[in-house]
């Protein structure tokens, strides 16, 4: 069976955690994760990286901290019709009004020309963009429209771990703040897990604080001072005082002592999937839509194209023991959750991605071989569909 995606834990790794279990006094969040947040930080290129136990948690932390700083100027955020759910749910919990958009038919990162309709008409505070299948967003124009319409930018990550532009900066280090999954066959995987990454020191410190139940514990001594005075907090109630209406979202050190040897093989990682995507458009060679990058290096998340038969190209990867999948889920908007709130959100390109679109495997364990024997299996059936 050739999986859509397989564990980056390798068995040396695992050997090493049982050894290492019995003999450490702490498994819940402790100094590992501290040097590991300092660690991931220094790959992206940030300041700061706060570790929490989901890309999930990830864009919800991202989200309320953002809130409760008093960083919006209103509730409303512009979020791309292809994207996943909890990119997109953590808005809708916290009651801001969201904004679908369409994607470009190039790269599938959100559409500029209906971004900046939607800025002009619904003045928005933020947006958030997602690098589909590791393809970074045209972040030249998203800049100048953020700028221009004073919209604050944030990205979902969590496809793009290694993948970087050509000034030489990682995703997760191009906006306010990037969030980033470790979930099983993810680029790196710390069981389940994720992070956030940022350069602002203040979100960094009310996300270190709402990530562990709104009390002050884990920030920085400035700020800790700070808010200790600003409400006569005294040292017997300074462990159990709450800032924040915070919740849980802690790792723990078992979780980051596979991530950071996990770190330790991230450039052996994203060279094997950034060669693997090149043999795909070898094999398949220009006869199928494929995503473009515009950018030096792809740490690619998977192959993605669109058919016309999707269905019986499904079924018969399956029967040759190929996985795939759909091209993430397709439209937001297409979804029943949606549908039942807001009715359906027609997007051209994404509703060409939610019916024809899927994707092919991509992850440490493929080679030249298993890559040709899916594209010869593909190609016996698939018929090309192209974005017009």
């Known amino acids: 069976m050739i999986r859509l995606a397989e564990n980056t834990i390798s ?20 100094p590992l994760v501290v040097e590991f947040e300092k660690k991931f930080a220094a790959y992206i290129g940030t ?9 999930s948690s990830a864009n919800l932390l991202m989200a309320y901290s953002l809130l409760e700083g008093n960083y919006l100027k209103n509730k409303k955020v512009v979020v791309p019709g292809i994207s996943w759910i909890t990119t997109l749910s953590p808005f809708l919990q916290f009651g801001f009004e969201v904004l679908l958009c369409d994607s470009n038919d190039k790269n599938l990162g959100i559409d500029t020309i209906e971004l900046e ?11 958030i963009i ?88 884990d920030v920085d001594v400035f700020y800790k001072e700070q808010w200790k005075n600003e409400f006569n907090i005294d ?39 950034q060669n693997n995507y090149i043999l795909y458009c070898k094999y398949l060679d220009g006869n199928y839509w494929k995503q473009e990058s515009q950018f030096k290096q792809l740490s690619s998340f998977a192959y993605g194209t669109i058919v ?37 959100k027609p997007l051209k390109v994404a509703d060409i991605i939610h ?6 495997p991509n992850h440490l364990y493929m080679d030249e071989e298993k890559i040709k024997f899916v594209t010869d299996k593909f190609k016996e059936v698939a018929i090309p569909k192209f974005i017009v």
């Open 11 to 30: 068995q040396k790794e695992l050997i090493a955690l049982a050894e290492w279990i019995p003999n450490t006094p702490q498994l819940t969040k402790g």
């Open 47 to 55: 300041k700061h990286c706060v570790m929490v136990n989901s890309g």
């Open 117 to 127: 309709q939607i800025f002009i008409k619904e003045n928005p505070s933020l947006l």
């Open 130 to 217: 997602v690098h589909v299948l590791a393809h970074l967003n045209d972040m030249i124009e998203i800049y100048r429209l953020c700028e221009k319409y004073d919209v604050l930018l944030i990205e979902d990550a969590c496809e793009a771990l290694g993948t970087s532009n050509t000034m030489d900066k990682r995703a997760g280090n191009l906006s306010l703040a990037g969030s980033f999954s470790f979930y099983y066959g993810h680029h790196i995987s710390t069981i389940e897990g994720g992070a956030v990454t940022t350069n602002d020191t203040k979100l960094y410190n009310l996300m270190l604080s709402i990530r562990s139940h709104g009390w002050s514990r």
């Open 235 to 273: 040292e017997v109630r300074e462990f159990y005082t709450f800032y924040y209406p915070g919740f849980n979202l802690r790792s723990t050190d078992l979780n980051a002592f596979l991530g950071l040897s996990q770190l330790d093989r991230i450039d052996e990682i994203v060279s094997v999937r």
């Open 308 to 344: 016309e038969n999707r269905k019986e190209v499904f079924n018969h990867l399956k029967k040759n023991n190929i996985e795939v999948r759909p091209l993430i889920c397709g439209n937001m908007g297409k979804q029943p959750f949606w549908i039942k709130k807001f009715g359906y």
């Open 355 to 360: 019916d024809y679109g899927l994707y092919l």
